[in-house]
């Protein structure tokens, strides 16, 4: 088992930067890729940015492409989201996930992901 928990939102005006964190603990010995995926309120849960386990493979929307950046340290059992230039469709609540399968491929599918942190709000104001 794996724990995850995020922390790092909060409300910023559009154009401002946040750092989401995720910590992991529990079974940490194992090489887990690592995503972030968004749920807006009404909306299915989406994918942002992933990053497999050695950090040399990442992944990102379309929609973040530019602005947000995904990255680990795995001495900490830790991975971020920076985010900058933030819109007001950032709004939602980002979720931190690992996918279990030791892949250093940074995974898209939310189906391939085992286990997700509670969450942390992200709002935007225009």
């Known amino acids: 088992q794996v724990q995850l928990v995020e922390s790092g939102g909060g409300l910023v005006q559009a154009g401002g930067s946040l750092r989401l964190s995720c910590a992991a603990s529990?079974?940490?010995?194992?090489?887990?890729?690592m995503g972030w995926f968004r749920q807006a309120p009404g909306k299915e849960r989406e994918f942002v940015a992933a990053?497999?386990?050695?950090?040399?493979?990442?992944a990102y929307a379309e929609s973040g492409k530019g602005r947000f950046t995904i990255s680990r340290d795995n001495a900490k059992n830790t991975v971020y989201l920076q985010m900058n230039s933030l819109k007001p469709d950032d709004t939602a609540v980002y979720y931190c996930a690992a996918d279990s399968r030791d892949t250093s491929v940074a995974v898209r599918s939310l189906g391939e992901y085992d286990y997700w942190g509670q969450g942390t709000q992200v709002t935007v104001s225009s």
């Open positions: 990053i497999g386990w050695s950090g040399s493979s990442t």
């Open positions: 529990g079974r940490t010995n194992r090489r887990y890729a």
